[in-house]
């Protein structure tokens, strides 16, 4: 069946670092894919999504592309912040009419 | 996208008592659906709620323990019965349908249930 495997956490990073969380899927479809972040004691919020090959989703200086030749769906920033502390969820949607499956999550830590 | 509204927010239960969580959507919608998160672990779908029809629930989870209904188009409840501290986690619904391009865009903002 459907599955995410994401980057195995937690990560730690200094302000101003740049973030590559890794994330590959399968799927039997054309999934979408997306990327989630959960805020210490806050809900779940969309962070980015792509819906098909070569999309490039962005949000908050997120950055991550659709690549369909190697099943990857990478969350990148060019320069992380204290605030981005959180955990995201690397996730896709294929059949079943928006039935979502989450990979495992990484828990990031940013140090001032 | 569709707004979702949960509730309760919270609540603290007594093992081998049932709480019942309510979903409400702002729109109609095909699908609804109930998704756990155990405490530290990610996201894990409980079952997908059609309207005018039973719940179909994922592997590992049996409607005697996570009964659902789906009234109509925009509400849906999930109750969890007979409760142990096992069941201590956050409980969300989500939406989807026939247009892709909502898929994903909205959670309730969860139910964080402690049983003790």
């Known amino acids: 069946g459907d599955s995410v495997t994401q980057m195995e956490g937690p990560v730690t990073l200094s302000e101003e670092a740049f973030l590559t969380i890794n994330c590959t899927y399968t799927a039997t479809g054309y999934p979408s894919l997306f990327w989630y972040v959960q805020y210490p004691g806050e809900g779940l919020q969309l962070l980015l999504k792509?819906?098909?090959?070569?999309d490039k989703g962005s949000n908050k200086g997120f950055e991550a592309t659709y690549r369909k030749e190697t099943t990857s769906f990478h969350l990148e920033k060019g320069s992380v912040q204290v605030s981005d502390s959180a955990v995201y969820f690397c996730?896709?949607?294929?059949?079943?009419?928006?039935?979502?499956?989450f990979g495992s999550g990484t828990r990031l830590s940013i140090r001032p | 996208s569709a707004v979702i509204s949960q509730k309760p927010s919270r609540d603290i239960c007594q093992r081998g008592t049932s709480l019942t969580i309510q979903c409400q959507v702002d729109?109609?919608?095909?699908?609804m659906f109930w998704y756990r998160q155990q405490p530290g672990q990610s996201l894990t779908l409980i079952a997908t709620a059609n309207q005018g029809s039973e719940a179909t629930y994922e592997s590992g989870f049996v409607i005697d323990k996570f009964p659902i209904s789906r009234p109509n188009l925009t509400f849906s409840t999930l109750t969890v019965s007979n409760m142990s501290p096992e069941d201590s986690s956050i409980y969300l619904c989500?939406?989807?349908?026939?247009?892709?391009?909502?898929?994903?865009?909205?959670f309730g903002s969860g139910t964080r249930l402690t049983v003790v």
């Open positions: 989500s939406v989807g349908g026939s247009d892709r391009s909502n898929y994903g865009y909205t």
């Open positions: 996730a896709l949607s294929d059949v079943g009419w928006g039935k979502i499956i």
């Open positions: 729109s109609q919608v095909t699908m």
């Open positions: 792509a819906t098909k090959a070569d």
